[in-house]
């Protein structure tokens, strides 16, 4: 609990010399001292009362004092409903003194309300939400994040902030989307010329390789090929499809209608980052695009379901039924399958690194995979998407030529 009184520093006058009269703010029975720029004599102040006496001018000198100790008090109690907590008392008298600062930050100065408003401004709800996680795991770390202006974030700040987060999370790329997310904020303030305090041109974000999530071209061509039951047809022909597709994301696909072909071509805006895609329909997709025709959409999924998660949790989960059958004494069946881990994502990383191993492009890959960069050259240079047609008609001759 923080306390404020007012207290007569006699400990450095002489006796019968004038003494400052200062504002006590006392926490976890430590104290710090605000000056009133006041000094009384002992004997025209009441300790107990809190109530200076015999100055001419007295009730002027306490309505000055008062109005100081409720403005302090005031501070006090918005770090109260913020359930703010501090480690000791200099560190509220800090987050006082920037309240009291005339150099006092405004909203956009302070870190946590443009990260806020950064997050609020996405579009797509998962995005916003995984940067509000953030910002909910940045709370648990600095409970003084609030009163905290960019500058204040250094390379120690984030140093310990990664620590905090191995605490719970294993996962050193888990713990660097929260790092990225931090980034993101701190360039966004940049071009916003909020700031020009960088802590990453020392602070590197290390990501580890991810397991292998790819299928080699025999491994495709196995599951292409591969005997299923009927029930799983569906699944390997629209896990195919996604990769003629250049490994498009199904929510896109499947949100597609066919006013998003246009010209032989699939338009669509992607949903998580609203980029505009255009990617040219192979023969081979148009066969399966024509087996699963949709009413209202592209494809029939969303006719029949109203949640699309729920679909593509069933379809990750049926990815990883194909495989052997097998059945015991008493008919139970159980399933080997081919590649346990399968799922959509797959796809679009499959696609790239057999595009990689055809010797196509690593600027032709990116820009398939919708990675082209912002940098001046690109700025300059008009991209030829017919590179990407013919590399991705390259990629399915190549998984076809058996």
């Known amino acids: 609990m923080i306390t404020t009184k007012f207290y007569l520093d006699k400990r450095h006058t002489k006796d019968g010399s004038p003494a400052s009269l200062k504002l006590a703010v006392t926490y976890k029975q430590k104290a710090v001292y605000f000056p009133l720029k006041i000094k009384l004599q002992p004997n025209c102040w009441d300790n107990v009362s809190q109530k200076i006496l015999r100055v001419p001018n007295k009730e ?12 302090i008090d005031k501070i006090i109690f918005s770090f109260v409903n913020k359930n703010i907590n501090f480690n000791d008392v200099n560190e509220v008298k800090a987050a006082i003194d920037l309240q009291l600062s005339d150099n006092k930050p405004t909203d956009e100065n302070l870190f946590c309300n443009y990260f806020l408003k950064f997050a609020n401004r996405k579009l797509n709800v998962t995005t916003k939400n995984i940067y509000l996680f953030t910002l909910k795991r940045i709370h648990d770390f600095d409970k ?4 905290k202006r960019f ?3 250094n390379k120690g700040w984030l140093t310990d902030f990664e620590n905090h987060l191995a605490l719970t999370s294993n996962s050193k790329n888990g713990r660097n989307v929260h790092l990225r997310n931090i980034r993101a904020v701190f360039n966004d303030a940049i071009d916003n010329e909020i700031t020009s305090h960088y802590p990453f041109r020392t602070f590197k974000i290390r990501p580890i390789p991810t397991r292998k999530r ?6 495709l061509r196995m599951f292409m090929t591969y005997p299923v039951e009927d029930y799983l047809k569906k699944y390997v022909d629209l896990f195919i499809l996604d990769f003629y597709l250049i490994g498009i994301n199904m929510v896109d696909l499947l949100h597609c209608t066919q006013d998003n072909i246009v010209n032989g071509r699939l338009e669509f805006k992607r949903a998580k980052t609203s980029r505009l895609y255009s ?5 081979e997709a148009l066969d399966i695009l024509n087996i699963y025709k949709g009413v209202d959409y592209l494809l029939n999924i969303l006719d029949g379901y109203h949640n699309y998660k729920d679909f593509l949790e069933r379809f990750n989960k049926n990815l990883k039924r194909v ?8 008919g139970k069946k159980t399933v080997s399958p081919l590649f346990p881990e399968l799922s959509t994502y797959w796809a679009r990383h499959t696609w790239a690194t057999l595009a990689s191993q055809l010797d196509i492009s690593r600027d032709v890959i990116a820009h ?12 300059y240079i008009k991209f030829d998407y017919n590179k990407v047609d013919s590399a991705n008609r390259k990629v399915i001759d190549f998984v076809l030529s058996f």
């Not at 002027?60 to 403005?71: D, R, V, Y």
């Not at 003084?144 to 009163?147: Q, T, W, Y």
């Not at 990617?279 to 023969?283: A, D, G, N, V």
């Open 60 to 71: 002027t000198l306490m309505s000055f004092i008062l109005e100081f100790k409720n403005k």
């Open 144 to 147: 003084n994040i609030d009163f």
């Open 151 to 153: 500058e204040d974030l």
């Open 214 to 219: 790819s299928l080699t071209v025999i491994e």
């Open 279 to 283: 990617i040219k329909l192979e023969p």
């Open 323 to 330: 495989g052997d059958v097998q059945y015991d004494e008493c």
């Open 368 to 379: 398939a995979l919708g990675h082209e960069g912002n940098t001046v050259t690109d700025i």
